[in-house]
C-alpha cells in the first residue's frame, strides 16, 4: 500500500513523520510505502527471528535483532528498508550516527545478516534490494521465498519455493540456493541447521 502525499519526501522526513509503535513503513525513492504482511509470512520472519536469537543467546555472540530498524542504503537520500529480520554487530552500533535517535542502519559492517521474505512485490527483494545491500557492503543477504513469487531467472523454471543466500565475496554477491530438505548454509550462523522447508512451514510441525 502506497501513502497518499502531495510530495516526494526524503528520508530525515521519512523518520520525522514515521509513526511510533505501529505499522511498517518503508521509503522508496520518495513514496511511503506502507509494508502489510500476511500472517504467513509473519510467521516465516518469526520463526527465523526466533531461531537465530536462540543461536545468539546460546553461543554469547555479540549481536542483537531489532524489533524494527531502517536501513539507508549507499547515496540514496529518499530511501530507506525495513528488513523482515535484521540481525547487528553490537561492537560496530557505535559507529552508526543516526542509530541512537533514528534506529537507522547506514553502514554495512554493522549487519552481520538480512532476511527479506518474499511478498507479491517479489521484484524489491530480488531486483532493488539486492543491489542496495550489495552497495552497502552487507555480507550476507537471504532472500526466502517461500511461495515461489520470483522470478524464473532468480529461482529457476519451474517456480519452486527457495531461500537464496548472497555471501559477498570482494565486493559482489555470489548466491547459493536450497530447497525442500536442502540444509541451509549459512556463513553467519553455521551452526544453524535448518532446513528450506522448515523455514517455509514457520517451524510447524
Known amino acids: 500500500m502506497t501513502q497518499a502525499l502531495p510530495n516526494l519526501i526524503d528520508l530525515d522526513e521519512f523518520l520525522d513523520w514515521y509513526p511510533d509503535g505501529y505499522g511498517r513503513f518503508e521509503l522508496h525513492d520518495g513514496v511511503i510505502v506502507e509494508m502489510q504482511p500476511t500472517g504467513t509470512h509473519e510467521q516465516v520472519g ?4 526466533l531461531k537465530l536469537g536462540v543461536q545468539i543467546d546460546q553461543k554469547n555472540l555479540p ?35 543516526l542509530w541512537n535517535k533514528r534506529s537507522t542502519i547506514t553502514r554495512g559492517e554493522t549487519v552481520r545478516l538480512v532476511i527479506e521474505v518474499v511478498s507479491t512485490n517479489w521484484q ?15 555480507p550476507e543477504y ?7 513469487l520470483g522470478g524464473r531467472r532468480y529461482i529457476g523454471n519451474p517456480k ?46
Open 63 to 97: 549481536c542483537f535483532i531489532p524489533r524494527q530498524c531502517i536501513v539507508k542504503p549507499v547515496n540514496a537520500a529518499k530511501s530507506g528498508y525495513n528488513p523482515d529480520v535484521i540481525v547487528l554487530d553490537w561492537d560496530a552500533i557505535a559507529n552508526e550516527p
Open 160 to 205: 519452486q519455493p527457495t531461500i537464496s543466500v548472497y555471501q559477498l565475496v570482494d565486493g559482489e554477491y555470489q548466491v547459493s540456493q536450497f530447497t525442500g530438505n536442502d540444509v541451509v548454509v549459512s556463513a553467519a550462523f553455521p551452526d544453524l541447521n535448518l532446513t528450506a522447508e522448515q523455514i517455509f512451514r514457520g517451524g510447524r510441525k
Open 124 to 138: 524489491d527483494d530480488y531486483l532493488i534490494k539486492l543491489a542496495e545491500y550489495e552497495k552497502l557492503g552487507i
Open 46 to 49: 518469526g520463526f527465523l527471528g
Open 142 to 148: 537471504w532472500i526466502v521465498d517461500y511461495l515461489g
